[in-house]
């Protein structure tokens, strides 16, 4: 493990430690974010272009997190009257900086990046700065960068709570129950306290054993022959952790095929909550997912763009790390319809 990676571990079992979360509604209730823990941030030197354009590089416009991430984005820059424009990734780390570099050079006010990788902004930091730009990260993780704000969802909290679900509805059968976890792409910053705090919940339960570890690429595809694999290896798992929903979708096909369901057959936990994944546990093809809130991460990014334009000072969950932190909830059959539009 890297030593960026390994503080982004860190700072995310802490959170969960101090339980020092902000929910989406209370966050966007206060631009000014005063009523979060923590020391404020001396404003930097920037500048506002006019007309205000914000610039948003996206991880994937391909998953329905990143979806509507962007438009949590968009509908704050509409709501203040700002321009917008956009890049899309594509989960590659080279369009990552030059995507993030033509919005600098396109005149924005403010950039918002949500990194394939962190290791790799270092030199976007440092065009926006140079240019007086103030840069945001958008989830995932900045590394060591000098970046301005930082907002991310508790991932240890959700690996722990992903465990815990499962050991609830697991722990009545007889034996040892087999699970597995289905990893995110190495080196994504995120995937590392989502598997973390999962296993260390299950190492509190002896009668619990986690029989594969493996890297389904945050992928549906991906998701479904890795998941195949298991069902292979291990007839007897009861139990799947993914990672994202991607993979989640990509575990429930491969359990369909093989004439399982992924709620009585083996318990099939996701993370994040898209879309398709509700779906799935409307259905009862899938039995949970951990929710995350991208559309109001990308409000409040916007928000902390505001103020950073603005000369404004900010107060943050975790000074060191610049960071606001965002709750996360388990959503099963019991509570999809709220969630569900």
Known sequence: MSKKVAELGFLNRSISRRGALIGAG???ASPLFSHILGAEAAAADFKKKTPIKIGYSVYDLKQSYWESYLQG??????AEGYGFVSSDQKSSEAAEVSGSINLINQGISALIVSPVQPAALPAVVTAAHKAQIPVIIGDVGGGTTPYDAFVLSDNYGGGKLAAQYMVKKLGSKPGT????????????AVGIPRSQGFLDEMKKHPDFKVVAKLNAN?????????TKDILSAHPNVAGIYACNDPEAEGAQQALKT???SGVTDVLLVGFNGDPPALQLIKSGAMAATIRQDPF????????LAT???NGKALSFSDPKAKAVFFSVNLVDA????????
């Open 26 to 28: 209370v966050v966007a």
């Open 73 to 78: 984005v968009q509908a704050e820059c509409k």
């Open 177 to 188: 129950k087999e699970v597995a976890i289905l990893l995110l792409h190495p080196g994504n």
């Open 218 to 226: 945050d992928e549906v595809d991906k998701g479904y022959t890795v």
């Open 258 to 260: 093989a004439g399982k």
């Open 296 to 303: 109001g991460q990308g409000r409040t990014c916007v928000k």
């Open 307 to 309: 103020s950073l334009m």
């Open 334 to 341: 019991s509570n999809v319809g709220t969630y569900l539009k």
